[in-house]
């Protein structure tokens, strides 16, 4: 956006709309769509169907802001994978040392697995709601998963990706045959709201902090780099960052929008992305229930695929270890053995019988809630060092735009990270807020 070089330096090839510009836009094309997309996991979709289904359309105007900081530090990511030619755990073990490096990646890794579990635990419950057993869901889609990253080149893994990108046109379907008040949503979207309710605090909170997590930031430059884009067509590659990030949230648009339409006026008491799906067909019809459900498998099967080999990839990275999709078991054994490790843990996790997944997920977001400051903290000032990115660091308006939504981000997993840990506390300082006003 606003880097210490001209901004109508980097757009120059871009002002010229013609076949090489399209061309170019597509050879970069894929790191920032399938991050951003990715992060519309089993996750990210039941808390926008928790959203819609509890409060109606008064949390939408949240998504305009939350696109910008998105925008903001995934283009950080890119910019640095870009000119740098590294990872971000390479730039933070050489800038940092191993010791700050290890404990990061230990926090990183136990987020992570109980992410990677909350996906498998999604492809059981959306594949449920067609009859399928999760004995036979899960193992088979661990298998895929494996088999895609271990024996497909990043050439082909890219184009899985991208093709399961476009899936998530099941939501817009959904929304638009649930019937919603265009007009109210339109209001919605631009007018903020707030409540004085710790349920809707939580949820906003829940909202923001489910759209940017940390895997996102390892990944984004990790497949940057592995890509090989160059400085010469990185007005493309930024281009990408911003499209799949305003794709990543108008989706989950519409699925605040296919719930609050219907579940919410209908007074509708949900749990689970997969409850919103069996609530949606005596509303709407069987199709946009089976598109809700469909939806939820391909996220969580794509996710599955997604985190971990971003943490494959950050944890190699970070240790100096060799890492690629288009590497084998002989050249970068620890990458694709830690792979494998998290994908047998993680499904296996969901086919033993009364295992406290809620606990699982619990102690990963308490995790997450940490480790996401101090990681935003490292980007920023490794961003703005001239000696790693030379012209390419931060000007004074991007810092001003970067920080405050660092400032933010910082508060608002802060609040979830010990409302996690204490419950009411939150609560408890809104009724304090009342007493002021």
Known sequence: MFTGISLMKLLKPMKTVNMRNILLFLAVLGPGIITA?????????????????????????LM??????????????????????????????????????????IGLFLTNMGNAVSEFAGIAASLEIFGISKYFSVPLGALLVWLLIVKGSYRVVEKVFLVACMVYIAYPI?????????????????????????????????VVGTTIAPW????????????????????????????????AIVVAVFIVVACASTIHLKGFRIETAADAARALEPLVGHYASSLFAFGLFNASLF??????????????????????????????????????????????????PDMPLILIMFFSQV???AVLPFVLIFMLLLVND?????????????????????SVMILLTSLMTIETVRPGIIQHLMGFLKILH
Not at 386 to 395: A, C, D, E, F, I
């Open 37 to 61: 997309n990715v992060d519309n996991d089993a996750g990210g979709i039941t808390t926008y169907s928790l959203a819609g289904a509890q409060f109606g359309y008064s949390l939408l105007w």
């Open 64 to 105: 305009l802001p939350t696109t910008v900081a998105l925008v903001v530090i995934q283009e950080m990511c890119a910019r640095m994978g870009v000119v740098t030619g590294k990872g971000l755990s390479d730039l933070i073990r050489e800038s940092f040392g191993v010791k700050i490096t290890f404990y990061v990646m």
């Open 174 to 206: 959904a929304a638009i045959m649930a019937k919603p008040e265009w007009g109210q949503v339109l209001r919605s979207s631009f007018v903020p709201t707030f409540k004085p309710d710790s349920t809707y605090l939580m949820t906003m909170i829940g």
């Open 216 to 247: 996102m930031q390892f990944y984004q430059q990790s497949a940057v780099v592995e890509k090989g884009v160059t400085i010469d067509k990185y007005a493309f590659s930024r281009l990408d960052v911003v499209v799949g990030c305003i794709i």
């Open 303 to 352: 996710a599955a695929c997604v985190l971990p080999l971003s943490t494959s990839y950050y944890i190699c990275e970070g240790m100096g270890w060799e890492s690629g999709i288009d590497k084998d078991f002989r050249q970068a054994p620890q990458f694709f053995w830690l792979f494998t490790i998290i994908i047998i843990m993680s499904a296996g996790f969901i086919l033993i």
């Open 367 to 369: 995790v997450n809630g």
């Open 386 to 406: 001239k000696r790693l990115m030379g012209v390419y660091t931060n000007g004074p308006f991007f810092n001003a735009v970067a920080w405050v939504t660092v």
